[in-house]
């Protein structure tokens, strides 16, 4: 029996490629790039997304912190009164995790739920984060609290000395009487294993398979050894060539060849029996070894005078890439015949033997939240396709375009970020689409995506937002107004939209929605003059509220939502 071993190694260089290719586009330093990188593996979100205000040490950061925490992200779920706080620590350093950045690291948590003045808190950042993490714990209480904190390293977490070990579990010991909490280390097999991972969960196929099934003989046969089960069942060709035509290179990722073509002999002779040469079509099924798939489980339909079904969840082809492959190819050149039927095996089992390409996969699946839900709702398929017309690619699925992620990729429009984009700017909601973005594809979904919506002006917001998001990243500001750039993109953005368009968004004004497009298409500094009015609208309402309140708290409130409407109303009753 193989096993499942690794190269700490090539996932070294695997890691450093990646950071230095990414330090060298962005142009920042490797040790900030490597901390970008881990995190957005981490939290498997595109580097470039993640907000600034959750970038705790960065370039851009007005002090320096020795609290030994990096990131801090925030996922809220209302609906089940659970609040998960991840917290990031990473060194770009091969060398192991020495047992005095652990005790920092419980410092640092010691900051955040237990220490009351927090005056002596050197990172505004950091500071505000506090009070937003502390204002959930009250409301949610710890059983609604879930921490997970994650050191990342490009070392080799098996030669973690003992002593670092030891403090780990004084960390765990220290604060799970508070909330649940999880120490994660991740070193460089580790973050290759999640990037892996991360990328594979976006390629999930789950398949519903139709059987060839008689009704008068046994013609699907199951067997069941322990969490192990085995269905041998008939298939037609046809129906394996539209797997592989609907889910492509996703349902081979497992398997250990790619398809070889028509240069062998035994591809050349798949091929020859499936177009019927010399009748032998319909002995294909004994002619053939047949398909062998593994999924992480599956169902039979078996309802009485309907069709039957394998329902197959995480479904992999690991033997038979040529076959199915070929059956495809027959299928588009119009030459398989409708005789061809496929002897298939489908495993469905948690032996790591048999499951040990996949097994990160199944152990790390992301939510199906949502949005996920919604990804093949007619409207966001119109909307894909209503952009593709303006050269946007509408991304519906999480990492659809994964090829194009990147801050320089100018065309990318991601439906979460441009659902919150509308919600925040012609639906007036900046503070809900900052603070609660779930609510987007839960109550706010219908109103956003109505028949009210037009896929010209979601486009247009999210550009604003983009554009707003863009310059928090900059550095370019005073502390104050950077607070407003980071913490306050979508209220700006919501002003911006307002001084654009003057707040008409309808079907009605698609022809000046499109012209605006164009021509942020074409120059997007022209957006500069209304984003320094914008600053110049929420600074003073800012500035007033600032010695009282947190920003990252102040801008999910319907305070200043309301604030900006008077300010925008005053604005139009004076011109």
């Known amino acids: ?3 499942n071993t690794a190269n700490t190694r090539i996932a070294q260089t695997f890691i450093e490629t990646l950071v230095r290719e990414f330090a060298k586009s962005e142009n920042i330093g490797e040790d900030y790039a490597f901390e970008l990188i881990s995190a957005g593996i981490i939290l498997d979100q595109d580097p470039n997304e993640i907000p600034p205000e959750e970038l705790i040490d960065s370039p851009d950061s007005n002090s320096t912190q020795d609290k030994q925490i990096d990131v801090v992200h925030i996922e809220v779920d209302e609906n089940n009164g659970v ?9 770009n350093s091969a060398s192991g995790v020495a047992a005095n950045t652990v005790i920092k690291m419980s ?5 955040i739920f237990e220490e009351t003045n927090l005056d002596r808190v050197a990172s505004l950042k950091l500071r505000n984060k506090i009070e937003e993490i502390r204002n959930y714990w009250q409301t949610y209480t710890g059983h609604g609290l879930q921490v997970r904190v994650c050191i990342a390293f490009k070392g080799d977490t098996s030669n973690i000395a003992p002593e670092v070990q030891t403090e780990l579990n004084r960390l765990k010991e220290r604060f799970e009487r508070y909330f649940q909490i999880e120490i994660e280390l991740y070193g460089a097999n580790e973050i290759y294993q999640r990037y892996e991972s991360n990328a594979r969960n976006k390629r999930r196929v789950d398949a519903e398979i139709p059987l060839t099934y008689d009704e008068n003989q046994p013609s699907v046969m199951e067997h069941t050894i322990g969490s192990t089960k085995a269905v041998i069942c008939t298939v037609s060709g046809r129906e394996l060539a539209k797997l592989v ?29 499936l177009k019927g040469k010399e009748n032998a079509s319909g002995n294909f099924w004994f002619l053939n070894n047949g398909v062998t798939m593994i999924c992480d489980d599956y169902s039979i339909s078996r309802v009485p005078g309907m069709p039957k079904f394998v329902h197959a969840q995480n479904v992999q082809i690991v033997n038979g890439c040529q076959t ?78 994964g090829e194009m992620r990147g801050r320089r990729e100018l065309t990318l429009v991601p439906n979460y970020r441009a659902a919150q984009a509308y919600f925040a700017i012609a639906l007036k909601n900046p503070s809900i689409a900052r603070g609660y ?3 987007v594809w839960d109550e706010a979904y219908k109103r956003i995506f109505s028949d009210g919506s037009t896929a010209e002006a979601i486009l247009l917001c999210y550009l604003l937002y983009r554009y707003c998001f863009n310059r928090s990243r900059t550095g370019e500001l005073s502390v ?33 929605l499109v012209t605006v497009i164009e021509a942020i298409k074409q120059n997007e500094d022209l957006l500069g003059d209304y984003y320094e009015k914008a600053i110049s609208i929420i600074l003073p309402i800012w500035e007033k509220e600032k010695p009282s309140s947190n920003p990252t708290l102040y801008f999910k409130t319907d305070a200043i939502q309301q604030t900006i409407e008077l300010a925008l109303k005053a604005q139009a009753e004076e011109s």
Request: proline share 1%; hydrophobic share 35%; no cysteine.
């Open 324 to 401: 199915t492959v070929s059956l495809s190819e027959a299928m588009k050149s119009g030459e398989l015949k409708d005789d061809v039927y496929v002897l298939v095996k489908i495993f469905a089992t948690s032996d790591e033997a048999l499951t040990q390409q996949i097994t990160l996969t199944t152990n790390n699946q992301n939510r199906i939240t949502n949005r996920d839900l919604r990804a093949n709702d007619i409207v966001q398929r119109q909307i894909q396709a209503a952009l593709k017309n303006y050269g946007f690619n509408y991304e519906r699925k999480s990492k659809e375009f």
């Open 83 to 91: 609040v998960d706080i991840t917290l990031i620590q990473s060194k």
């Open 437 to 439: 973005p779930g609510r």
């Open 480 to 512: 104050i107004q950077n607070e407003v750039a980071v913490y306050g993109a979508f209220h700006l953005a919501r002003i911006m939209g307002y001084l654009v368009t003057d707040d008409n968004w309808g079907m009605e004004q698609t022809a000046k």
């Open 107 to 111: 410092n640092g948590l010691n900051w």
């Open 245 to 273: 035509d609907k889910y492509g290179n996703s349902v081979f990722d497992q398997n250990l060849r790619p398809y070889l073509g028509v240069r062998g002999d035994v591809n050349r002779s798949i091929l020859d029996t």
């Open 1 to 3: 029996m193989f096993k």
